[in-house]
């Protein structure tokens, strides 16, 4: 079987599994120093853009397309080539088709599919600039008070995100754009969970705690987070369901993230985002279920994804994620981004490095990040 790559920088992620199952790999990359190119049977520097990897999956005949791309800009032009190639060459490219980018890739879509399908968002409203002069007009218009969360269409890693009960802050945000979104700020637990699927075939993962919303709009990636979720008040298997029904009327394929806020007062949960790329979260999706999502993708490439039988291999582990900036610890075991040989990964560029342990217990993986890090964490509720 021969699969080609999109993008090198997640490619140590799989090499383990591809090399695993002796597949030929090849790799297409638009910067020739990116990290990576070591790994794969082949690789190819192109220009920006979708022509020439579609050239070269069909020049060297792949079974299949994985694009590993962390970023959203180039996530539109995919899922054009994903169409295209599948209709006149019937090579599967596993990534979500242009519907479902056009969706998630712009919040205010995004909002309304939520709506549309029965799922609780945040109460919010478009205001443009020139539809108040004041701060009464201002909250006129929305109909709610402070605090509150003002975002653009497009965006992520907290871009362009302002959280705040201070009208001062609106008036600055609004004297950059034209236009906001504006959602009533909901306290709660942030809560991610990934979605694999293909052919009308869905598998999520595991819900996993990101930590508390809060004013100062601290990022998820910089903080402590874990798996699975342990609420008093919804249990994981719910979460599960409502990601999977936000797939299923997604119809998205590969793999997608989605963001949700559980409010504990309410006893609900709100989504706010889907994300139609491999997620900051998918080594604390790996770690709790054994089940890496982007050996997944590799799998449905080469025709291997049985929805039963994963669902039958999932484990059930807990898991811990600590932001380090530079691990100085033990090293770890071969391969470096496998549980194959140990209890740990490792991974994110230096000066913002993570690692992602687990256990068998909460209290076995506390015991290990502390043998790790010399520190003591507590997690859960």
């Not at 497009?154 to 959602?183: A, H, M, P, R």
């Not at 999932?314 to 040989?341: D, F, R, S």
Request: aromatic share 8%; glycine share 8%; net charge negative.
């Amino acid at each position: 079987m021969k699969v080609l790559f999109i993008g090198s920088r997640l490619y140590d992620d799989v090499a383990y599994h591809v090399d695993k199952l002796d597949i030929e790999s090849i790799i297409t990359e638009s910067n020739e120093n990116a990290p990576n190119l070591d790994l794969p049977g082949k690789y190819f520097i192109v220009p920006r853009g979708m022509d020439e990897p579609a050239r070269i999956a069909v020049q060297e005949e792949v079974d299949g397309i994985v694009p590993l791309l962390g970023i959203d800009p180039p996530l539109m032009n995919v899922a054009v080539m994903k169409e295209e190639i599948e209709a006149s060459h019937g090579i599967p490219v596993i990534s979500s088709n242009v519907n479902a980018v056009a969706i998630a890739s712009d919040k205010i879509k995004t909002k309304e599919f939520f709506k549309s399908i029965g799922i609780d968002v945040p109460e919010a409203k478009v205001v443009k600039k020139e539809d108040f002069s004041n701060e009464e007009e201002f909250l006129d218009i929305l109909g709610f008070s402070y605090p509150i969360v003002l975002k653009q269409g497009e965006g992520q890693g907290g871009k362009d995100i302002c959280i705040t009960s201070d009208y001062g802050d609106v008036v600055s945000y609004f004297e950059n754009f034209n236009q906001s979104l504006v959602e009533n700020f909901i306290e709660g637990a942030e809560v991610s969970i990934e979605v694999v699927g293909w052919n009308g075939e869905y598998l999520p993962l595991v819900p996993v705690y990101k930590g508390d919303t809060n004013l100062e709009g601290i990022h998820p990636i910089k903080r402590l987070r874990y798996g699975p979720c342990d609420f008093e008040g919804i249990s994981n298997e719910q979460f599960r369901q409502l990601a999977k029904k936000i797939a299923v009327n997604l119809k998205s394929e590969g793999t997608i993230d989605m963001d949700l806020i559980y409010s504990r007062e309410e006893n609900k949960v709100y989504a706010i985002e889907i994300n139609t790329r491999p997620s900051g979260t998918r080594y604390l999706s790996y770690a709790c279920s054994d089940l890496n999502p982007l050996n997944l993708l590799v799998d449905i490439a080469i025709g291997d994804f049985d929805v039963g039988a994963l669902e039958e291999k999932m484990k059930h582990y807990c898991c811990l994620e600590i932001p380090i900036g530079n691990y100085h610890g033990p090293a770890p075991q071969e391969p470096l981004k496998e549980y194959v040989n140990g209890n740990f990964i490792v991974h994110g560029p230096e000066g913002y490095q993570r690692i992602t342990i687990r256990g068998k217990t909460r209290e076995e993986t506390l015991k290990i990040a502390k043998e790790l890090t010399g520190n003591d964490y507590s997690i859960g509720e």
